[in-house]
C-alpha cells in the first residue's frame, strides 16, 4: 500500500511542480482603440507568464524574456485570449513584455502589450474568449473598456461595441486637454510666469 501511494505521489508531483495553484491577482487587461488597430494592456502577477509557456530563469533577461519566449508567449494569448470581429480572429503582436527582475515571483508583476490591426470602419461587436491559464482554478481576466471592467473566467466569452472603443477614445483625448488646462491655470506658478510674459512683452509680436 505505501509503494502504491508512492507511486501515484510520484506521478502527480510534475503536475503539482509546475504552477503556483491559486492565481496570485487577476489579471488586468484595458484595451484602447488607435486608429487602425487595438491596443490591449496586460498587468498582473509574472508567474502567469512564465508557467504559461514553461520559462525559467534562464529564459530571463533582467527585466525581460528571450525573444523565444516572447514569440511563445504571443503565440499563447493569440491562441487562448482571442479577439475577433467578423467572425475572424485579430492577430495580435506582441510590443512589450516587461517584469520586475529584482523581486521574488510571488511579488514581480509583468506589464504586457499586444497590438491587434483591425478594420476601423467595422462595425460588428468584437469578441473576447478566454482560455488563459486553465491549469489554474481560480484564475481571473478583469478587462476594461472605457472605464467599465468586466470579470472572465476560463471559456468565457464577451463582446465589445466597437462605438465604445472609440469614444473612450475621445473621452481621453477631452480629458487630457481639459486637465491640462487645468494644470495651466489653477498653478500660482503658471499664473505668475503668464503674467511675467505679458509684462516684459511690449507687444504682441514679442508676446
Sequence with gaps: MKLFYL???????????RAHQLQVEPIG???????????ADFK????????????TEADERDDAFTEEINKKVEAYFNERFVLSQNGKPLKGKLELLTHQ?????????FEMQIRYPRDPDATDVITI????????????????????????????TITIDPKALYKNLLQNIGEFIWLGMEHIF??????????????ASTSLKDL
Excluded at 527582475?101 to 508583476?109: D, H, L, T, V
Design 7 to 17: 507511486f501515484l505521489a510520484l506521478l502527480f508531483l510534475p503536475v503539482v511542480s
Design 44 to 55: 498582473g502577477n509574472v508567474q502567469d507568464i512564465t508557467q504559461s509557456v514553461d520559462a
Design 129 to 156: 474568449t478566454n482560455t488563459t491559464l486553465d491549469y489554474l482554478p481560480n484564475a481571473r481576466v478583469i478587462v476594461s473598456v472605457n472605464g467599465v471592467a468586466r470579470m472572465m473566467a476560463l471559456n468565457d
Design 186 to 199: 489653477t498653478g500660482v506658478d503658471h499664473i505668475f510666469f503668464i503674467l511675467a510674459l505679458l509684462i
Design 101 to 109: 527582475g529584482n523581486r521574488s515571483p510571488e511579488e514581480s508583476q
Design 29 to 39: 487587461v484595458t484595451i484602447r482603440a488607435q486608429n487602425a488597430f487595438l491596443l
